[in-house]
């Protein structure tokens, strides 16, 4: 058994962990909590429940480690298990909702964000997140990974298992949608 694996290749890291080694298993989630930890508040917000779901990820990946049948990267794999959770939680927050929502008037506001002011760059980027929590979970994972998180286009694709062109129509539809919704904050 290795004392660390900080400079195993990830497959060495997936052969270890089969076999039970847990510092092996401890290194793919330190590789990985910062990308999961992006994509999750990046479609929930920073929320409570993003550090729960976010073990999740991890926990789901350690029981279907065995599944990784090694076509794409370990990133993709744990992405795409990110992704699912996710979708998911919010899921089930609108049939929570729906069931115990009242209807209620949002704050609304409006300000123009200077450069060098940071409460108000701290505002603008509360308000932008705002925006991203009004669109459809479909366009928020597009815009998080294309976006906040740098994935390309092909690589959205993949990790989503959608065609390219859908990818770039839900892009655009995110981006004219954000545009509306920051119009009205």
């Known amino acids: 058994m290795k004392e660390s694996y900080t400079r195993a290749d990830e497959t060495e890291l997936i052969r270890a962990s089969l ?31 993003s550090e729960d779901l976010g073990q999740e990820v991890f926990v789901k990946l350690y029981h279907s480690l065995s599944e990784f049948r090694g076509d794409s ?16 939680e919010i899921k089930r927050r609108k049939r929570f909702l729906s069931l115990f929502s009242q209807k209620g008037s949002d704050e609304m506001y409006e300000m123009e964000v200077a450069d060098e002011n940071k409460e108000e760059k701290q505002e603008a980027k509360e308000i932008v997140g705002k925006a991203l929590m009004a669109l459809d979970p479909k366009f928020r994972i597009i815009v998080t990974m294309r976006m906040l998180q740098g994935y390309s286009t092909k690589e959205t694709a993949e990790i989503l298992e959608l065609p390219l ?5 839900r892009l655009s539809r995110a981006q004219e949608q954000l545009k509306d919704i920051l119009q009205n904050l």
């Open 165 to 169: 062109g859908t990818v770039l129509s």
């Open 19 to 49: 076999d039970g080694d847990r510092m092996a298993f401890g290194e793919i989630v330190n590789r990985y909590r910062k990308m999961v930890a992006r994509t999750i508040r990046g479609m929930l917000g920073d929320t409570v429940y």
């Open 73 to 88: 990267k370990l990133a993709t794999y744990i992405q795409r298990i990110a992704v699912n959770l996710t979708l998911n």
